[in-house]
């Protein structure tokens, strides 16, 4: 009875799932996010269900596997050991005795969770996240980047005047909706997006993260049925690759576009994108991508490569092919306007919640890529994702030493450098109207090519600033984003230059003197 009674209290935390319960429940205070009293590991071992066989077979037949250990000879040998007992006089070899501590809680606010619930035009907010090879930039209007090292997935200009990013777009009998809205809300962390979105008897969550080790973005898209009739939806997706760096493309996109090249692989359903070399010196860059459910899917698979037929010239909003379920054509090859479009068609019913993955893997080996694609055929594996991706973003900012209440302050700050911000256009007219041009910075060792966050110091007292922002400065460079320090030395003339020497020495102190004068440093 007690047994059982263990069994229905781990059924209460949520152990129970599909295959039985799980593999173990964490309750280490230091692991937990705040107000958590405990987490499930969601994993099964078989072995562990061998043991449990064994376990009750035991129980049935008066313990008869300990009856058989111990008739073991070389057990039975050693048998007497177990009748030995604690002497009532010992010797303490050590001077002091360790007394084990009760476990206590500790609070290291080194997690962030920011939820909005409105959207203001005029202060666009981001969120960052990376495996410092691969990141994913987005603001609460679910815009946004994909970048693998200095290789834009996606097009991305924050002066352009329509929607850029990855979206998921739904569609039923009554209406169309993408995964964003004006009544959406949007939580960002420090190891994923999340934008929850209601539309009549439709509940749809986006989840974004990143693979921990590998360069693979995951979005996953749950969809509740919260009516009370079933549902017909199509679900489609949609981002114009890039597969360059930024400047090719910002340069003059219509060329960029005609070195991408599209396949399908049929048997494994993934769209491969490519970019054929325009120097000897590049490397070659291939993208997977995966369109997956469990859901009970009525049409399947199916891709739209050029944005000619897909939507038609001028719209800005949801492509037309979409809105008007027009079937995609599935065709491969070269295009002028190269677009990345999937969509399956689902039933979905009553009170059912289903989950569509949608997976992008890139790599300069294209066997590689689709290898790191297809660890993620298996719907667990995507869920074990999620989780691995929160304990690495943990574990990577004990070790820089920074807090929540940082994470929010570097983020915000990564919004005025990635997303057009009507607030700094409106800082920027405040200041004296003086034009310079770029090479007038190269005396000084900085190029004028990346952001530039300029750092005015007029007392070797403000110290603690100068270890705040080289803080930042690895936190930016484990996003795998790239800007130039600058620090001002605005100390009067003196002797000692006791600011020049405080820089000198917290730039050594933080390891960082081998970053001095290059790009990115």
């Given amino acids: 009875m007690e047994v059982y009674n263990n069994l229905k209290l781990l059924e209460k935390y949520g152990m129970f799932d599909k295959y039985g319960f799980y593999e173990s429940i964490d309750f280490s205070n230091q692991r937990l996010r705040r107000n958590e009293k405990s987490a499930v590991v969601s994993t099964y071992m078989a072995h562990h269900q061998g043991l449990i066989l064994l376990s009750i077979d035991n129980l049935l037949k008066d313990n008869i596997f300990q009856k058989r250990f111990m008739q073991n ?24 005795k360790e007394m084990p501590e009760k476990q206590k809680y500790m609070d290291y606010e080194n997690y962030a969770e920011i939820t909005y619930n409105k959207l203001n035009p005029n202060l666009i907010r981001g969120n960052v996240i990376s495996n410092q090879e691969y990141m994913v930039a987005i603001n609460q209007k679910g815009e946004g980047i994909s970048k693998y090292k200095d290789i834009y997935i996606n097009r991305f200009k924050n002066t352009n005047e329509y929607n850029q990013g990855i979206f998921f777009y739904i569609k039923n009998n009554k209406k169309i909706w993408s995964n964003y809205s004006e009544n959406s809300i949007v939580t960002f962390m420090p190891d994923q997006d999340r934008i929850e979105t209601v539309n009549d008897n439709i509940k749809t969550k986006v989840k974004i993260t990143v693979d921990s080790e590998e360069p693979v973005e995951i979005r996953r898209l749950e969809i509740e049925n919260i009516g009370e009739n079933e549902e017909i939806l199509e679900i489609s997706t949609a981002f114009e690759p890039v597969l360059s760096k930024k400047e090719q493309d910002y340069a003059h996109p219509a060329f960029n576009n005609l070195f991408l090249k599209f396949d399908y692989d049929y048997d494994k359903n993934i769209l491969e994108v490519s970019r054929k070399k325009r120097q000897i010196d590049e490397s070659d860059v291939s993208l997977m991508a995966k369109f997956s459910t469990d859901a009970d899917t009525i049409v399947d698979n199916e891709f739209e490569i050029s944005m000619e037929r897909l939507d038609e010239r001028g719209n800005i909003g949801i492509p037309k092919s979409i809105v008007n379920s027009i079937p995609f054509s599935n065709k491969v090859g070269l295009v002028t306007e190269p677009i990345l479009a999937m969509r399956k068609t689902i039933k979905i019913y009553p009170k059912e919640k289903i989950y569509i993955d949608f997976i992008i893997s890139v790599n300069e080996n294209k066997e590689v890529a689709i290898n790191n694609l297809e660890k993620y055929n298996n719907s667990e594996n995507v869920t074990r994702a999620f989780e691995i991706s929160k304990a690495k973003a943990d574990a990577e900012n004990r070790y820089i030493d920074i807090k929540g209440k940082d994470i929010v302050l570097y983020q915000k700050i990564l919004s005025y450098i990635i997303f057009d911000n009507p607030v700094r256009k409106k800082q920027v007219k405040k200041l004296a109207n003086r034009l310079y041009s770029q090479q007038e910075l190269w005396k000084y060792g900085i190029s004028g090519d990346i952001p530039i966050i300029l750092i005015k110091v007029k007392d070797v007292n403000d110290v603690y600033i100068i270890k705040q922002i080289l803080k930042m400065y690895e936190f930016f460079r484990a996003k795998n984003i790239c800007v130039d320090i600058v620090f001002l030395d605005e100390e009067k003339h ?28």
């Fill in 73 to 96: 000879p070389e057990i039975e040998a050693v048998s007497i050991l177990l009748q030995e007992k604690m002497p009532e006089t010992f010797i303490v070899t050590k001077e002091e």
């Fill in 494 to 521: 003196s002797y000692e230059n006791y600011v020049r020497s405080e820089i000198e020495s917290v730039i050594y102190d933080f390891h960082l003197e081998y970053l001095k004068n290059v790009k990115g440093g």
